[in-house]
């Protein structure tokens, strides 16, 4: 989920400094607008309304990589390897070819069954492939209120499927059973849509997680109700790696019928996977694809990626240093005053509250989300990317900023 863009927290278009770690610390007015690689140093991004409230320009540099998302970071060298080899000769397009018949048998490996497996572009594309085919128009998905698909996709699910959204309002993103049963109990013949499908985030929007025994009953109450579960699974590396279980224990084990394998966020260049536990779902998920304008007619750019991420484990392993990095963030951020964590760290983001004027400020300086405008609350999300010298600087500028604003009172 892609939190509110307030209008006051905006980026400043190169706002993140370039600087080498060795050349990381402060810095003074008396430097170049840009350094030798092209970046925009933090004093000649920074408006002149936020460098008037700093006596001399004296700045933070700030993180390489920062933390508005994790689909912020690039793509991994592995995978830009695996293009450029890919990137020989001719083969035939849409995925008739030996790059995406392999990385389909990599994703069969993981679950450990004969799943069919659909790659598209992007997480909006998968949702709407995916729920193409699980539904009818006449039918509904029932989804926490914080959902991707309800508040990031732009209306797409509910465009492309004719279907609607029942938005259930959650504290930490996670639907209960009971909510599944209250709103089927409340509907009641052609006046109503008819709920089919349970749609949840693993991990949520809100950084949480389903345990296994959750998602299983979660899968029993859609079950003896008729329904599907269906998995949004843009980030479904790094619960795997938080609940130190493997993908069929998450999805196949434990009754989800439907999901979505994401690359994106863990070190692809682009390219989720639409997967299909019950391959019977998936009997129109060829013409589905296409429809939405997911078909790739390159397809072995995509799959490439995908077997060159699920080669060795190269997918654990960033999901698990993103985790960690989340961690570290955490720890160091724990002690500025002005800074309120909001919840324990569970997978790759961080959610925080700060003082309001603190937020624009320092959004400014290295840019990330407002998660909540009135509440003054932040999401900070880490990557395979992250480094603890990038955590390093981040802190360096909130303890910067916010002892400004301090001394500014």
């Known amino acids: 989920m892609e939190p509110h863009r307030p209008s006051a927290v905006r980026a400043s278009g190169g706002g993140r400094g370039v600087l080498s770690a060795a050349s990381r610390g402060r810095h003074s007015g008396s430097l170049p607008a840009t350094d030798p690689r092209g970046g925009r140093y933090p004093h000649a991004t920074l408006s002149p309304a936020v460098r008037s ?128 049963t209250a709103l089927v109990q409340a509907l009641h013949g052609e006046h109503n849509v008819k709920p089919r499908v349970v749609a949840i985030s693993q991990p949520t929007e809100l950084g949480t997680l389903y345990t296994l025994g959750e998602l299983a009953a979660l899968a029993d109450v859609a079950h003896d109700h008729g329904l599907l579960l269906y998995v949004d699974g843009a980030r479904l590396a790094n619960a795997v790696v938080a609940l130190s279980c493997s993908v069929s224990q998450m999805t196949s084990e434990v009754g989800v019928d439907a999901l979505t394998f994401g690359g994106t966020k863990n070190g692809l260049l682009y390219g989720e996977a639409v997967v299909f536990v019950r391959p019977e779902l998936g009997r129109r998920a060829r013409f589905a694809r296409k429809q939405a304008g997911q078909l790739a007619s390159k397809m072995r750019f995509i799959a490439a990626q995908f077997e060159a991420l699920l080669q060795g484990d190269l997918w654990l392993r960033n999901a698990a240093h993103a985790n960690a990095m989340a961690g570290v963030l955490a720890a160091q951020l724990a002690s500025v005053p002005q800074v309120e964590l909001l919840r324990s760290v569970e997978v790759n983001s961080v959610f925080a509250r700060l003082p309001a004027e603190l937020v624009p400020v320092l959004a400014e300086w290295s840019f990330f989300w407002t998660w909540d405008v009135q509440g003054s609350v932040v999401r900070w999300m880490t990557s395979f990317a992250t480094t603890e010298e990038d955590i390093a600087a981040f802190v360096e500028g909130v303890r910067y900023f916010a002892g400004k604003g301090q001394a500014a009172t």
């Open 53 to 180: 409230c700093h006596r001399g320009w004296v700045l933070p540099v700030p993180p390489v990589n920062g933390f508005a998302s994790d689909n912020v970071a690039g793509a991994h060298p592995a995978v830009l390897d695996a293009l450029r080899a890919a990137n020989v000769g001719s083969v035939p397009a849409y995925g008739d070819d030996p790059w995406t018949a392999r990385a389909v048998s990599r994703v069969r490996e993981l679950f450990d069954a004969d799943v069919e497996v659909y790659f598209t572009y992007g997480g909006t594309g998968a949702n709407v492939v995916a729920l193409q085919c699980l539904l009818e128009p006449h039918e509904a998905v029932i989804c926490p209120a914080t959902a991707h698909m309800n508040v990031d996709e732009c209306g797409a699910p509910e465009r492309f499927t004719g279907a609607k959204l029942l938005a259930v309002p959650t504290e930490d993103g996670k639907l209960r059973p009971g909510d599944v």
